[in-house]
């Protein structure tokens, strides 16, 4: 199946830089923000840094592998660093004042003479005239190219007697709900070329998705061989699936998931708005400015706000907050005492601690689900989604939010568990079933019904009730809240039936936010693993992509080690582009909170770039702040890799500024 469309890309001349490759030294600045206080200890440990204090100003030469021959993903890669060794800044990053960051790409300005500014119209390749320069083409341009909703169908069958074409841009003309069974009821008959070549070049419309089949014969439904896409039909088969695009000039300011950029903000450990914080009797204490720390430390929601115009200049369109429900209000054990004696409050936020609440009518729950007080109130926590969805954001468009959901497990004291303890997975003898100490992380029955510590016990979802009251629970946040989308924790721990329950309903229950859906996001933490990565990858009835895991850790071979070869990384990439799906929207990142602080990995202290969390590291290990340049320039490599590629990249608080933490 061939598609239409394509607008040449009118004559812009040169791009600044764009035919640079990398030098066998560069020479790239640093760059560094000015703000409130950044709390980072606990999971990263490590100590915190103030944001006034600044980051390393000299400039040294960082030595890499020279690239191999040039392909177009070469190209980004070396036009990225070239860029940065150039002094060049990107629009949202900021440069502290007395270094030169370079000239500034300027987007509003016109990138070359004759050129003028499309606005309106729905979007593709029919209306030539939009997006060329009005100059003429210094050459014969050819003719127009073909409206983008021209679909050729080729299908090859010697021994037919018939092809035709159904779907759902065939509705019959007695009942539009099915699909036209023969050309009487609409069905688009393909032409026969004396060979048994079939063909057939037509407009599909309306514009957008639809599902079809082949008929052959008149009564054998069969999917199209040559489809771009299948899925499953309902009944056992599958569908083909035609993406038709618009015509005309497009609207370039709509938002689509694929150009966000995502910033992760932990809330007790992002922004303090009054200097007040509520310990957690018995967790381990100390202040997370000057040392580690398992204690809530007094970020809170209106810190989080006020910080919005912050995250909008930096270049942020949608921001990841932790988990804002009621959690553990006691003290709980590491996942592995024997190896970590110290005692952690839940400020991460990932012990939910619920009431037992009744979602008989799940949009009116009782009592109503409650928000961490340690962090905020109901009305902080709308304040700060209001908010955001005010704020514009560096793509011109509101700013989205996601919240962290945490759906495996409940804290053992909650009110929910004490109301129903048959929800939750136990063994025959009535014992919680341990991942760790047991070793079933990766069990193929109990990895997804394991507890992570006594306190924690997992749901058993084969539970429908269960089930029916966790899904109920993200529905009533997610629609409460006006949330744009969920990161899912812990993914692969939990049965692909509780997964497809809130993918059906998000899309029958929710009105879609910008965007045209409910992104949701999953992790699933396996670096070498690529395949359990996309089991739970199908924007149909799963995840819209996951944290792609084995690029971080090839990322960081690369850029951080000496040896690194970015030919390499952009050989592997062209692969990985492809690997999960036309559909899937993967999350990229370089550090997040459940490893060591990325610029450890950027100044060689830690060589594992697989190296995951280690309590040594945040308690014992305390890492300084590099006081040289080159670590924060090859960070500024690898955050120039992830924003200049597929997937939306993320950014956790701090690394922005290379923060320093264990981890």
């Known amino acids: 199946m061939m ?45 915190a840094r103030d944001r006034d204090e600044k980051t390393p100003q000299s400039v040294s030469g960082l030595s890499h592998a020279p690239l191999g021959p040039t392909n177009m993903r070469a190209l980004t890669l070396s036009t990225a660093v070239a860029l940065l060794a150039l002094g060049c800044t990107f629009e949202g990053m900021v440069t502290p004042p007395d270094l030169d960051g370079g000239p500034v790409i300027d987007r509003d300005a016109d990138p070359f003479p004759g050129w003028r500014h499309c606005r309106g119209g729905d979007g593709g390749a029919g209306d030539a005239s ?97 489809a771009e896409e299948l899925v499953a039909d309902g009944f056992g088969g599958q569908n083909g699936v035609l993406l038709v695009c618009t015509t005309g000039c497009g609207e370039i300011d709509a938002f689509d998931w694929r150009d966000a950029v995502m910033y992760f903000a932990m809330v007790d450990r992002f922004r303090d ?31 989080a706000t006020g910080a919005l115009d912050y995250l909008a200049d930096l270049g942020v369109t949608a921001v990841w907050l932790s988990a804002p429900y ?29 009431a037992n609440i009744d979602y008989s009518d799940p949009r009116n729950p009782s009592p109503r689900p409650a928000v961490e007080s340690r962090i905020g109130s109901a009305s902080d926590l709308r304040t700060f989604v209001d908010t955001a969805h005010a704020t514009t954001g560096a793509d011109g468009r509101p700013m989205k939010v996601l919240f962290d959901y945490v759906m495996n497990h409940v804290d053992i004291d909650s009110g929910l568990h004490a109301a129903h303890p048959d929800w939750f997975a136990r063994r025959g003898d009535g014992r919680l079933p341990l991942c760790g100490p047991e070793n079933l992380w990766d069990d193929p029955y109990w990895g997804t019904r394991c507890a992570f510590t006594d306190y924690l016990p997992a749901f058993e979802f084969d539970n429908a009730d269960a089930r029916r009251w966790s899904v109920n629970d993200a529905l009533w ?18 049965p692909l039936n509780w997964l497809t329950d809130l993918r059906a309903r998000l899309d029958s229950e929710i009105t879609a936010p910008e965007g045209g859906r409910f992104y949701l ?117 690898a955050f120039a890799i992830l924003f200049t590629n597929p997937g939306i990249p993320l950014l956790y608080y701090g690394d922005e500024i290379g923060l320093a933490g264990g981890g």
């Not at 607008?7 to 490759?21: D, E, L």
């Not at 720390?293 to 929601?301: A, I, R, T």
Request: proline share 11%.
């Open 3 to 47: 598609r239409g469309g394509g607008t040449p890309s009118p004559t812009a001349g040169p791009v600044p830089h764009a035919a640079r490759v990398i030098p066998d030294t560069y020479e790239a600045g640093s760059a560094g923000v000015a703000g409130a206080r950044v709390a980072d200890a606990g999971r990263e440990g490590g100590p």
């Open 130 to 226: 939009c997006g060329d320069a009005s100059a003429p083409p210094p050459v014969d341009a050819g003719p127009p190219p073909p409206p983008c909703n021209e679909i050729s169908f080729r299908y090859v069958n010697p021994g037919a007697s018939t092809v035709w074409v159904s779907g759902s841009f065939t509705p019959r003309s007695t009942d539009p709900s099915e699909w036209a069974r023969d050309p009487s009821e609409g069905a688009l008959e393909m032409v026969n070329d004396g060979t048994g070549v079939w063909t057939l070049t037509t407009l599909i419309e309306p514009f957008g998705r639809h599902e079809y089949k082949l008929i052959i014969d008149g009564t054998d439904w069969i999917a199209d061989p040559n």
């Open 477 to 494: 946040w997610a629609r409460e809240y006006d949330l744009d989308g969920y990161r899912l924790d812990a993914i692969k721990h939990v």
């Open 273 to 303: 708005s009054d200097g007040r914080a509520d310990p957690v009797p018995g967790a381990t204490g100390g202040d997370a400015t000057r040392g580690p720390s398992g204690q809530y430390e007094g970020g809170d929601l209106p810190g």
């Open 521 to 637: 996001v999953g992790e699933t933490f396996a670096y070498d693993d690529p395949g359990l990565i996309r089991s739970f990858v199908d924007p149909d009835t799963m995840l819209d992509g996951q944290f792609d895991f084995p690029l971080k850790a090839r990322l960081c071979e690369a850029v951080f080690r000496p040896d690194g070869n970015l030919g390499n990384l952009s050989s592997w990439m062209d692969g990985n582009d492809a690997f999960y799906g036309p559909s899937a929207i993967m999350t990229t990142w370089a550090g997040n909170h459940d490893i060591p602080r990325v610029i450890h990995f950027a100044s060689g202290e830690i060589g594992n770039c697989r190296e995951g969390s280690n309590p040594g590291n945040g308690w014992d290990w305390r890492p300084p702040q590099p006081s040289d340049a080159a670590p924060y320039e090859r960070l500024g490599v």
């Open 326 to 354: 009621e959690n553990r209000d006691s003290a709980g054990a590491a996942i592995d005492p024997a190896s970590d004696s110290h005692q952690y409050s839940a400020y991460h936020g990932y012990w939910p601690s619920p």
